[in-house]
Structure formats: structure tokens, C-alpha cells
């Protein structure tokens, strides 16, 4: 049997020093960028099969390269493009250039579908982030905080959301077949509930601290010492053999989720590390759609940059857009993408946008933008 070797795109691209990303912010030159990135691209997708991908990068590396003056830039989002192509080296969509094993099993390839679709988020809010800032960025938008999560949820959520889908991934057989099989389940209407139910209820379990039920009341003794019939328990009662099991069940799954909690939540020097409160966020991420979270910054954006062309009014607008919807992520991500236009630009769009908003409403909406963003607020 052929086997085909899996790469780790993960190293490919992100490594500290040798990674093609760390590669590309080294160029001096626009003509040394251009060359770079075509040696690049073209050694992912070397030969006539990916002929028309390879012209397709192309086009867009003509169109985010433009003159010296703004060559670092242009390297934020050449790496933006870089990732975008990572992305879809992971998810095995590049026209079969990310390939799958013959005898990979199915629970690896349903982990490595799991993990893109997560990563897929990442790279929507990272945007054209510069990873490489002097300070540190939010949890959220930090490339080596997103390695570090991804570890975590392979090893223990992913593990578990497995177990829960084990009938289905029984059913993908291995390798390529898996993959096929898998992806279609994503994209049917009811498989694709199951699978959210289960990512679910294994971030839930895996996570958060389950409540031990009330301890069912002991009998009390009669005069003989308690001979005779035990009587059985009130209806939804459990027996307190029954809630001594349950009881241990749940302290040993309330060890392992503080456990995994706080190594998600762990102190680093490269970035802002996730709160008790980022639980829901975090969860979220595999539930939320990544041309959702895209077509949200994108709006708020739009929105700033309309509003100063025009008549300078788009607080007002912006307020309206928000006024039934959560913006606190999407404005974060939009005020770190581009901090010319709302934090250090002359419109200071950030401040403008929330002054109509008094300080405790600010700070339930925008839990976010007010923790990470308060001194441009």
C-alpha cells in the first residue's frame, strides 16, 4: 500500500526561524519580497495539476505587493495570504495538495477536519495582525496562543467530541474516503447538528464544573434497629448508592476540566491569556461561522471609512448596525487589523463609536473592547 506522507503545515509556515512566513518577512526589496513569495508558492503547488491555483495566488501576490515605501505593509499581507493558504493546506481543500494518508484512521482525519474548522476562525481574527509587535496581543488574535489551544483541544476536546461521534466515524472508513465522508457530514444539515451538539457537550464536560447533585436523605432507624423493608425512593430520587457513584463521577470529571482550563488559561510572555470569562468565547468557536465573524469586521470597517469620505457621522451608523447584535469581537478585531483607522489614525474611529454609550452599558457590550482597549476608549 502507498502511504503519503502528512506535513505539518503548522511548522511549515509558522516556525520561529525557519518557518516560509518568518522567511518572507526577512526580504530588504519589493522585487526580494515578490521573488520570495514566487518560490514559495510555487514549491506548494509544483506541478501542472495545480496549474490553476498557482496562477490564482499569483494574481493576488501582484495586487498586495506595491512599492518600497510600504514593503512592511505589504509583508503583513503577504503573511495574511500565506496563512490563508495554510489554512487550506490543513483542511486538505487545495485541490488534493494537502493529501490524507491511504491508511490514516478515521478518527485522525475527523480531528484534523475538527482542528481546521477551529483554525479557520483563528485566521479570520488574526487578519493582517502584525504577530510580531512589541506588545502583547489579546489571546484571540495571537498566532502562538492558537498553536497552544489547538494541542490542548486535540488532546482532550476533540478526543471527546470523538468518542461522541464514534457511529459516524465507525461509518467514514480511512483515509481519503474518511475525509470525503467526514466533510459531507458537515455540510448535511442533519449530521451537522449531531456534530454541534457533540462539540458541545464535550467543551461543556471538558471545561466547566458540573454541579454535584443533592444527597438523597438517609432513612431513619425504628425501634428494632431498622428491620424490614427498605422503602424504595421517591420518584427522580436517587438511591444514595446510586448518588455516591454519580458523586465520584463527577469530582474526578471537575479535576480534569479545572485541570485543562487552566492549562488553556496558562500565563505567557507572548500574549494576553484567555479569563474564567472567555470560557463562552472560546466554545464558540467552532459553532460561529468564519464568513460570519469575516462579513462583521468587515462591516464595521466599512462603516468608518464610509462615514469619514462622507460626513464624518458614523458613530450614529455604526450604533445602528449594533444596537441588536454582539459587535464585541468584531470590533476588537476590526480596531487591531487596522489601528490606523481606529486607534491611532486622526478620526480615533474607536473612541468616537462608543461616546454615546455610558460606561456600565460600554462595559456589558463591550466586555472585550473595554478590557483589552480602554485607553483608546
Known amino acids: 500500500m502507498n502511504e503519503t506522507k502528512i506535513t505539518d503545515w503548522e511548522q511549515v509556515f509558522e516556525a520561529e526561524e525557519t518557518g516560509l512566513i518568518s522567511l518572507i518577512n526577512q526580504s530588504k526589496t519589493r522585487d526580494g519580497l515578490r521573488a520570495c513569495v514566487n518560490a ?25 505587493i506595491s512599492n518600497e515605501d510600504h514593503i512592511e505593509e505589504d509583508k503583513q499581507r503577504i503573511s495574511e495570504l500565506l496563512r490563508e493558504i495554510k489554512v ?8 488534493g495538495a494537502a493529501s490524507v494518508a491511504e491508511d490514516a484512521s478515521a478518527e485522525q482525519v475527523f480531528a484534523d477536519i475538527c482542528s481546521a ?16 509587535g512589541e506588545d502583547k496581543l489579546p489571546f484571540i488574535f495571537s498566532a502562538k496562543f492558537e498553536t497552544h489551544f489547538m494541542d490542548i483541544l486535540r488532546q482532550h ?29 458537515f455540510d448535511d444539515r442533519r449530521d451537522s447538528v449531531s456534530l454541534t451538539e457533540a462539540w458541545k457537550d464535550a467543551w461543556k464536560e471538558l471545561t466547566e464544573q458540573q454541579e454535584v447533585p443533592t444527597k438523597p436523605k438517609e432513612e431513619k432507624k425504628g425501634l428494632l434497629g431498622g428491620l424490614g423493608k ?66 462583521q469586521i468587515n462591516a464595521i ?27 464585541d469581537l468584531g470590533l476588537l478585531a476590526a480596531s487591531y487589523q487596522r489601528p490606523d483607522l ?36
Not at 501542472?48 to 496562477?55: M, P, T, V
Not at 468518542?163 to 457530514?185: H, M, T, V, Y
Not at 474564567?276 to 467552532?286: A, K
Request: charged content about 30%; hydrophobic content about 35%; some cysteine.
Open 157 to 185: 476536546i476533540l478526543a471527546n467530541m470523538g468518542d461522541r461521534c464514534s457511529s459516524l466515524i465507525a461509518r467514514a472508513g480511512q483515509g481519503p474516503a474518511a475525509k470525503e465522508f467526514i466533510d459531507n457530514a
Open 230 to 295: 427498605k422503602k424504595p425512593p421517591a420518584p427522580g430520587q436517587m438511591t444514595l448508592e446510586a448518588w455516591q457513584v454519580k458523586s465520584k463521577q463527577i469530582k474526578a470529571a471537575n479535576k480534569l476540566s479545572a485541570k485543562i482550563w487552566a492549562e488553556i488559561c496558562a500565563e505567557s510572555d507572548a500574549y494576553h491569556p484567555p479569563m474564567d470569562d472567555d470560557r463562552q468565547l472560546l466554545g464558540g468557536l467552532f459553532t460561529v461561522s468564519p464568513e460570519g465573524i469575516e462579513k
Open 301 to 327: 470597517r466599512q462603516i468608518v471609512e464610509q462615514g469619514i469620505e462622507q460626513d464624518g457621522n458614523y458613530g450614529r451608523q455604526f450604533a445602528s448596525y449594533a444596537e441588536s447584535k454582539d459587535t
Open 40 to 64: 514559495v508558492i510555487h514549491n506548494i503547488f509544483p506541478n501542472d495539476e495545480y496549474a490553476e491555483i498557482l496562477k490564482g495566488y499569483e494574481g493576488r501576490l501582484d495586487a498586495l
Open 342 to 377: 481606529f486607534l491611532t489614525g486622526e478620526e480615533n474611529a474607536l473612541k468616537d463609536m462608543l461616546m454615546g454609550t455610558d460606561d456600565a452599558a460600554r462595559a456589558k457590550k463591550y466586555r472585550m473592547v473595554s478590557r483589552f482597549l480602554s485607553d483608546h476608549m
Open 117 to 132: 474548522k477551529v483554525r479557520e476562525r483563528f485566521q479570520v481574527l488574526q487578519g493582517s495582525i502584525d504577530q510580531d
Open 88 to 95: 487550506t493546506l490543513q483542511g486538505g481543500s487545495a485541490g
